[in-house]
């Protein structure tokens, strides 16, 4: 069978769940195809890893060190597969492998130009990925929205597929907005008649459209579409707003999508959804209800913390329980009332020093009072330096990224870092594994002796501090292989207090959620 391809585009106005999407046509299909997740970005930057949390939503990071767009998180998690930083095609990487190609003189004699030579370096990746990967299927989701200058290069490479490919073996699916204007009640079919007009101008004519709306779309709005947009009035699928993000498989089932692609595809992949509604179904009807404190300082943008969210959302489903996530703001944190309200404490990953001294008073807390604690990376750092300080009198103990002349540098560059200026793909990136001390509470989560969980940092635990903190009761509960580094720690006695230096969150799964997250809702419903 050749490889099919959809390409996934996006109109109207962004942040209209294109990856969501994507990521749950793959679900749907995934019963007996092997399918490979691309996303293409427009920016210049090589990948978004330099980029603020604020401003783009958090940085995935992959087995493989790559630092992706927050959309292989959803990829991972509705596929089931494990992606690769090359399935991330920003345009700073096309442009970079263009001038390679340049310099090394394979255009030797030409005039190198947008068309056809960066759209070539486009179309050969994507080809290169699937065949490379033997896919059945590669779902190709486009960056931004049609009409952005950013991805016009992808636009015109995604048209200019169907002749490589085959018409047969390419579906286009477009995903717009239909408001419904308050007073005026009804849906509204313009903006996408004007969105799917800016794609036939660039030469794609979309066999699919979802319109993003808040009821289900009615039978006269799909005729409608249908008619202006010149598709099948059944190729026209509400994409509803839901509650939770699990749904949306659920809803596109409903609405006929896989029959859609079947036909248009030539394919036939049966979705099997029992599973998944039922873990669905508990999180949309919990038996419980508990509240964890979430100090972090990206928390106006929730997206910075997708994975940890939907780490939450995967023991809601085995657990039952609603996880009411409460942002706590820890710049200039005076009042700590708000711990009196909480089941638990989570810290997770940061840079820099804004915030840091609120959450190690916050951790002091969660310790002297016995509030269960899950530590995240920058988490496990400052647990380290608040057990220093007042349980080792390491007066004035910190991080030398906080303050590099501190009197005890529990936490310090690793060593291979400090020779490194740049900034971009240096950190110490991807799955590491950890052998895990017996008889702690981490190996019970784990069940496991040898674990593998992504990282991303600078700064460890400082191996001269090592046997003090140790002497004072600081358990390590999982160490690198080499025995250097400490990747997981917990205090004993306590209801649950253990912290990682990697970041689980980005492997929990809906069907197998991150054993620290499991453990620790537990803990904070009083289980463990
Ligand atoms: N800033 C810390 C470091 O670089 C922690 C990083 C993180 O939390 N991802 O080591």
Redesign the pocket.
Known sequence: MPIKYIIVTGGVLSGLGKGIAAASIGHLLSSRLKIIPIKCDGYLNVDPGTMNPFEHGEVFVLDDGGEVDMDFGHYERFLGVTCKSKWNLTMGKVFDMVRQKERRGDYLGKTVQYIPHVTDVIKDHIKEIAREENADLAIVEIGGTVGDIENELFLEAMRQMKEDVGRENILYVHLTYVPIPYGVNEQKSKPTQQSVNLLKQRGIFPDVIIGRCSQFLTKEIKTKISRFCDVNPDAVITGLDVEDIYEIPIIFEQEGLPAIIHKKLNIYSPPDLTRWKTLVENIRHPASKITVAMCGKYTKLEDSYASIIESFNHCSAHLGVKINLRWVETTDLKDTSFLEDVEGIVV?????ARGTEGKIEVIRQARERDIPFLG????L?LAVIEFARNICSLKGAN?T?MDPDTPYPV?DILPEQKKISDKGGT?RLGAYPAVLAEGSKVRELYQAEVVSERH?????VNPEFHGTLKEKGLIFSGISMDGKLVEFIELPGLRFFAATQA?PELKSRMERPSPLFYGFVRACLGKE
């Open positions: 997770p990953g940061g840079f820099g995240l990376c920058l988490g750092q991080s990224e936490i950190m991303r940092h600078r700064y460890e970041h």
